[in-house]
């Protein structure tokens, strides 16, 4: 079943501004990943958060992890067009004791970013 | 590295028949490769975990008989969908993990299934 809410599902901003998204999850964690998707594409990983780790950078994307709240945000920084995509969080079962670390993704927020 | 293909990546069949969608780790082992069906504009939803050499685990809600999950080699599963109908229709996309216990997955391009 979806485990992440993502909000807003879509966010429309001029190149050069900051894009913030959202995602809540409902159970325990081990790690907090985030994906990106072009249209009609596969996904590409982003950034993978731990539950001991609050605050992760890679380039341009800050990635927050507030595991009290269970909570994260994913900014983008001086979008560019090409930053347009689809973006999900996923959370995976080790965290309930699984050994599959089956992947469960968010609603996504679709992120357009006008030149 | 670490890639991961699909084939074919997209396809029309007729209503009834069965199609056959592969999915390929290209440089790496995958001990585990997974499933997943996506409907426009919405989240990817997990069919199926898939090992090498034993049987594939199905979430809640998914037909086993209906999508025949094969994961024979370490290299490549193939997901085979039964007397298709048009509400099979979707996107559906499969990934690799190279070791148990890897958090990170890496995701085939999809496919595009559309049944008329």
């Known amino acids: 079943s979806q485990q992440g809410e993502e909000d807003p599902q879509a966010l429309s901003i001029q190149e050069g501004e900051n894009a913030t998204m959202n995602c809540s999850y409902k159970t325990s964690i081990n790690n907090l990943q985030w994906y990106r998707q072009n249209s009609g594409r596969g996904l590409v990983h982003l950034i993978l958060?731990?539950?001991?780790?609050r605050e992760k950078h890679s380039g341009r994307l800050r990635v927050t992890l507030d595991t009290s709240k269970k909570s994260s945000s994913l900014l983008i920084t001086a979008s560019r067009a090409a930053d347009t995509a689809s973006y999900f969080c996923a959370t995976d079962d080790y965290g309930r004791g699984s050994t599959l670390g089956r992947l469960y993704f968010g609603r996504g927020t679709q992120l357009t970013v006008w030149p | 590295g670490a890639v991961v293909s699909q084939h074919p990546s997209w396809v029309i069949c007729k209503s009834g028949t069965s199609v056959k969608i592969e999915c390929r780790s290209l440089?790496?082992?995958?001990?585990?490769m997974f499933w997943y069906r996506q409907f426009p504009k919405q989240s990817l939803m997990l069919m199926a975990t898939s090992n090498e050499g034993s049987k594939a685990t199905y979430e809640q809600g998914v037909e086993k008989d209906k999508f025949l999950i094969n994961h024979a080699s370490l290299t490549l599963s193939t997901l085979t969908v039964t007397s298709a109908h048009p509400e099979d229709s979707s996107f559906y996309i499969c990934?690799?993990?190279?070791?148990?216990?890897?958090?990170?997955?890496?995701f085939g391009p999809g496919t595009r299934l559309t049944v008329t």
């Open positions: 440089d790496f082992q995958a001990t585990t």
């Open positions: 990934s690799a993990r190279t070791l148990a216990g890897e958090r990170e997955q890496y």
């Open positions: 958060i731990r539950s001991n780790e």
